[in-house]
């Protein structure tokens, strides 16, 4: 437990050399047993940082321990304990509900991979369309596999990018309670990304505030409350976004 869930140290993106990063020396420690959101507004680096996360590009410069795993030498060791849910990207549609967790359940060498299924079926109560291919089902639907999906492996680390998007509240409120109930049963670590700010309030014991690639505010909800001396987290998303933080500061 001593071992943070995640490292990263300068991290940076540049996709064209003259070009403005996309992110810029992000540095931030996660703790195990935690779940932080990482904010901004659209362009600010968050889906660029969490691909960088992932292993799925390759940084400009810093660098990525999670798990106690560098991502630029060891990269396989921390994804077997990783996973990542996000309703932007689909599932393969032909393939049925059954037969996706199978091939993610292949994938993460999931053992007794059977049973594994059997108990996410149930847990996500999936049974009336495990069946179905997955391009079949419903925006709801599709997040409860999604979410299966992602705690396949009983991954240790998550990472999800805006996992309420388009769902009905009573649907994301399902959501956001089995992500609590999974934090709180395993000790997994979580980042999460989201513009949703009830939804980070909930689940968030610290946010980092991303703009231009940059951490420009990081703390406790409670702590950018009392500091911007609002009443709710999206009022200081728009001080931020707007550029009010360097008048707080």
Known sequence: MDTPALLVEGLSKTYRPGDKPAVDG???TLPMGQTWGLLG??????STTIAMLLGLLVPSAGRVIALGHDMATDRFAALA??????????????????ENLRVYAHLYGVPDMKRR????VEE?????????PAGQLSAGQKTRVALAKALVNRPALLLLDEPTASLDPDTGDWVRTTLERYREATGAAMLLASHNMGEVERLCGNVLMLKGGRVVDAGSPAALLQKYGRDDLEEVFLDIARGRERAVA
Do not use: Q
């Open 124 to 132: 996500f109560a999936l049974g009336d369309f495990a069946k179905r």
């Open 26 to 28: 992000l540095t931030f």
């Open 81 to 98: 304990r990783m996973n990542f849910s996000s309703p932007y990207i689909a599932l393969p549609h032909r393939l049925t509900v059954e």
């Open 41 to 46: 507004g659209n362009g600010a680096g968050k």
């Open 117 to 120: 299924i059997a108990e996410l």
